[in-house]
Each structure stands twice: as structure tokens, then as C-alpha cells.
């Protein structure tokens, strides 16, 4: 089982998101109901150590909080933009609920993640894109900023790799007080 804990966004930004699609060259844009934002990724795991995850996660604490998405921006690997993102306002509550998250996982026996947390939502693949319409399209679209919602829950997803795309189902939910 391949697993991931993050923020399942309301439909309210989700909606939001998908209207900034546009028929651009080379991007497969991620489905609506697959929207989300990665807190931790996990990976491969037996039953027994997603009991494990279970187990720490319902014991994590967190207060809600309000989360803004804003911005749009690329992440390049080897020279070649592979993907397009929105991101993220500054949150304290949102670093703060990450490390909690990071911490509870480490305690059910998951090695340290070493990579920094850089908070945003992917919005598309992308394949042999042109660089001038990316750019132009990233320009045009940067001062995309979200409706405020309240973040709640906390997700553990399960994720199932297909051909055209993964496929994420929410497993459980734990709630924020």
C-alpha cells in the first residue's frame, strides 16, 4: 500500500483551481477530485506499519486554521519544468501541524523526511512544454490568490499509480480541534 498524509482542499478551492486550466501544450492537468495538498509523503508500507501510521496519526493534535493558496509557480528537475503548482500563503499553523505530522510519523518507525516542506498544490504535469507559453502562462496567472478556507482534518491517502495518472483515495480523517 503506497501512502501520503495531507490536507484534502474543500471543494470551494478545488473549483477555484480548475478554472485556471487553459488548453496549454504539454500539461496533463490533475483531475479536480485529486487535488490536494502533501504534508508527508510516505511511500510503500506493510498492513502492519500502516496500523502503525494509523495509531500515531489519531493521536496528533492540531488546531484549525485558516489556508489561502496564492501564486503559481514551476518546479524544474534537470533543467526541464516538470510541473506546474499553486502555492501557498505563509502559514505558522500549517508549518506548525506539518511538524507534528513529521514528528508522529517518525515515532511509528518512519525514517526522518529530507526533503524541506515547500507547501503547494499541484495543478499539472507537465510534459514537452514550450517555455514561453509556461512562462507567459505563469506570468499572467501569479496573482492568483484563493478564497480563505478553514482547514479542519488531516488526511492519510492511499495512492494507486496508473497509467495516465495516480489515483488517491482518503483512507481516514483525523479531525482538528
Known amino acids: 500500500m503506497r501512502l501520503f ?11 477555484e483551481l480548475t478554472k485556471l486550466r487553459t488548453s496549454l501544450p504539454g500539461a496533463r492537468w490533475v483531475a ?4 490536494h495538498l502533501t504534508l508527508r509523503f510516505i511511500g510503500e508500507v506493510t498492513p502492519n506499519q500502516a ?21 503559481l509557480g514551476t518546479l524544474s528537475r534537470s533543467g526541464r519544468e516538470i510541473s506546474l503548482w499553486a502555492g501557498v500563503e505563509r502559514s505558522a499553523a500549517l508549518e506548525h501541524l506539518q511538524a507534528k505530522v513529521e514528528t508522529a510519523l517518525q515515532r511509528a518507525g518512519l525514517p526522518p523526511e529530507r526533503r524541506r516542506f515547500v507547501p503547494h498544490v499541484t495543478l499539472a ?7 514561453s507559453r509556461l512562462a507567459a ?12 478556507v478553514e482547514i479542519d482534518h488531516v488526511t492519510l491517502f492511499s495512492s494507486l499509480l496508473g497509467k495516465e495518472a495516480a ?9 482538528l480541534a
Open 137 to 148: 502562462y505563469v506570468q499572467a496567472n501569479n496573482l492568483f490568490r484563493s478564497s480563505t
Open 51 to 71: 496500523e502503525d501510521i494509523d495509531v500515531a496519526l489519531h493521536n496528533l493534535r492540531g488546531k484549525k486554521f485558516p489556508l489561502t493558496l496564492t501564486g
Open 5 to 15: 498524509v495531507g490536507l484534502d482542499l474543500p471543494w470551494e478551492i478545488r473549483s
Open 32 to 35: 479536480e477530485e485529486s487535488l
Open 167 to 175: 489515483v488517491y483515495t482518503a483512507e481516514v480523517a483525523y479531525p
Open 125 to 131: 504535469r507537465l510534459d514537452s512544454l514550450v517555455d
